[in-house]
């Protein structure tokens, strides 16, 4: 303690003494290990109230350092009561992503290494194992070599990178040099997308000027897949009125109900329309790595660009996405803009990422995927995606064996969407009211979570399967307690 | 290992068993400790050549999974060599960004708890954790409390944000709705920045669709500060010209010199000509700390808002940019997006961080912020800058009284610009030639990192005091190399 109190003196400048850091993060790694074993002991959505974290802490920073000791302890006092368990087994909500041994050891040795990867010579290491790494990736998804890929943070940055990309495109518009309103002559940018498409393609489009205006949403069928007519339709209707078509972006997994948009119809009007096909795959493109499944991602070929999140539904911890393009160039063409101070002497011999982006500082993501690759091997990762499939289905098919719940869409993967439907009960509204009733008790139970959407006006709930901790017990568990809390609220 | 093996059986579907990360876990933190602590013998810069790495590793992923115990050895055999170790208290290059013990041990902790704090539901304790510690280091900066904060990875997409938020305080133009073509009758935009600005300005300019011919350089003064007067007749001009000045973006710290362009005049001229003006203070602003050094900010409180980095200059892992603004309303206008699945039943009484940008995920960055403030306290965080300081300026009067070289900018924190000039040597080609040359060799001995810059067309050698682990004699060893191994290249 006393030797410990010295770090904090005067004299001492440097960081948290070696050995100081080797018995507290022993001590760290002792709990986290402690945390995985007992996960399930803790509510899996936190049973706070707004404000209670804030209130429970100092509004003025210390002005002398406090021991390590105290600050670990802070963790159980007042962090852990409003942690949201993401790795909990009965975390089935949103689109989940569960961390992993191998991941968190990844991110750790990153976090150390701390290399930012904007240059290749800021650390080789990062750039080319991220080469290498999306290289392996890509041939596990079957993508031919004609795929080029980089890392970002989210699938809204890569989704943006690549609108970004398609709005370059437009070579004759010259829009990096004059801008979106510098010509007079030129038509107003329109981007399709489907009804169903997730939010960031909105977002990314609104970010780049685009406009709410210049977004049309396709409507979709009884599947929930955007339907290629009508986007032909609105293409040449667009084309009619002026507009300037240049982007679609098509789905496979929507986050509503895993929809897989038909990728090769709607690749074929890009062909012969000449727009940039973007894929957001995010979620469910990891399953191309099952045989079975890669027809998912049948058109992709000739698609532009596809993202893809290890960080959802691959046991990487936040943030890892990819952007996989058959056009980097174009990409480098959008984003490239290098200083005379980050200019290298290898440049020409060497991919500086940082060329390829908005974001200059780069963590040494490719780690944690490298990790996880070779600790599960390829094997190991499909088997585990194939049994949430199964565990999947199972629960689809309990759905549909039981009178008081009925199945809301297809499930093409570990997704299902439902609702309680009993049989004495047929208002909508009424139906609205109670199943949102029933996912908060559920959610309150603190033993699972769950969360809805709204099909055609419908209330809905979601029940992800993809954490990597899920076995078929907490299905049945999701069962049991959807069943009975149902019928508490009926009787 | 037998056991270990069993984890990749078929039967064994889940992650890694806490076990077995108790165990590697305690090997790779020893590890990362023997690593800080050996930090010295390692080259800063790494030696390797293009592609060795990428040679050196499988061009296929491995299809059974591979024991940890082979993987960790790796990072001896393939990773270490190609990593430039921004650690090392010889890394003066760029702006450095040191890892802490605390900085490390609270990533490691974010990453297994892998919370996701997109909603405040998702993990409470990350919104409520970023509200609280954003409050800490805004009073350490002596911001008022006008200015509210959001953490983002990088300063790229910091400034980006706050170049978005000018772009749609902007009401008329409804450059959300429609575009930024979408008006015939708007005037094309334009953003002002410094010729001396980082490069980022200018990207997030390009990616918001402004146009590299809407972002216009205002020439700077001898001490490479941006001359407000300039700034002043450049927007009335563009005006009398049709233009539409929405933004400007000073800069405290330039990335070439560490300027700090005069906020308070720039402010003034905001302020009539109803601009929002952005600081970019990424590297510098931590300086405010100091009481002394709070001058850089003056006229901050007529600011819209500021970038500042603790993954700079306060041991803080990257990535963790701040940005600070007193219009959050006008940010979440540009950025707010909520589909049926994200909705909650707290959203009015609680901060939804996904509201205020781009990315929707958002790892658990504050608790870095929190370890780090609380384990070196604000008196320790300040004390290393200012001894920083102190170092800073010990080497700019060794070279001010060097014969061989001279100092090529003012030193307004720890970034000396500076060349060799030899007294018998006064052609400026000759002497970017023999500048280019010191620094690839000092750069080649592995023992000191540091980059370069051009001012005015000339080659100029940048040293950067900033890293966690630099002491006095680090900076002495610098003198030492740069004046052997100028007079090794002139002898």
Known sequence: MEKEKNNFSKDNFGDMPPEEFRKYGHQLIDWIADYFKNIESYPVLSKINPGEIKSSLPQTPPINGEPMNEILKDIDRKILPGITHWNHPNFMAYFNSTSSGPGILAELLSTAFNANGMLWKTSPSASELEEVVLNWFRQM???????????YDTA???????????????????IRQKGLAGRKEIKRLKIYTSEQAHSSIEKGAITLGIGIEGIQKIPVDKEFRMIPSLLAKAISEDKKNGWMPFCVAATVGTTSTTSVDPVNEIAYICKKENLWLHVDAAHAGVAAMIPEMRYILNGIENADSMVVNPHKWMFTPVDLSILFTRKPKILKQAFSLVPEYLKTSEDNAVTNYMDYGIQLGRRFRSLKLWFIIRYFGTEGLANRIKEHLRLGKNFAEWIDHNNNFERMAPVPFSTICFRAHPKNINDEIQLNELNEQLMNEVNSTGKIFLTHTKLNGKFVLRLVISGLRTEEKHVLLAQEILQNKLLEILS
Request: charge should be negative; avoid cysteine; charged fraction near 15%.
């Open 156 to 174: 809204s940055v890569s989704s943006m990178h690549a609108i970004a990309a398609a709005r370059e495109q437009i070579s004759e518009y010259q």
């Open 141 to 151: 998804l079957g993508l031919s070599e004609n795929f080029w890929g980089i890392i």
